[in-house]
């Protein structure tokens, strides 16, 4: 069993940058694919990024958060990052760690909200205009 928590969302002005947190429980954190899916109100929850497992050397993301946003890991601190810079008002949504064992390749399976096994309670992040 994995517990995941969120942190660091909040109120930002757009264009403004916030770093989102999932820190990880148990001793093997490092064997997990992590990714992270947004739910803005009234739509479905949607991918947002994902790295591997280890030492996370593959990073995927969604087109619409490509060059704005960085996924990353740090398995020694059992947390995985997502540095969100040039925010813009769309990217309002709760943001959700989730963490994946059973073992994904390529974009098309770590985009898929199903392939994952554990997930965190998420972190609002409003982005005003």
């Known amino acids: 069993q994995v517990q995941l928590v969120e942190s660091g969302g909040g109120l930002v002005q757009a264009g403004g940058s916030l770093r989102l947190s999932c820190a990880a429980s148990?001793?093997?954190?490092?064997?997990?694919?992590m990714g992270w899916f947004r739910q803005a109100p009234g739509k479905e929850r949607e991918f947002v990024a994902a790295?591997?497992?280890?030492?996370?050397?593959?990073?995927y993301y969604a087109d619409s958060v490509k060059g704005r946003f960085t996924i990353s890991r740090n398995n020694a601190k059992n947390t995985v990052y997502l540095q969100m810079n040039s925010l813009k008002p769309e990217d309002t949504a709760v943001y959700y760690c989730?963490?994946?064992?059973?073992?994904?390749?390529?974009?098309?399976?770590?985009?898929?909200?199903?392939?994952?096994?554990?997930w965190g309670q998420g972190t609002r992040v409003t982005v005003s205009s």
């Open positions: 148990g001793r093997t954190f490092s064997r997990y694919a």
């Open positions: 989730a963490a994946e064992i059973s073992g994904c390749s390529g974009y098309g399976c770590y985009a898929r909200s199903d392939e994952y096994d554990y």
């Open positions: 790295i591997s497992s280890w030492s996370g050397g593959d990073t």
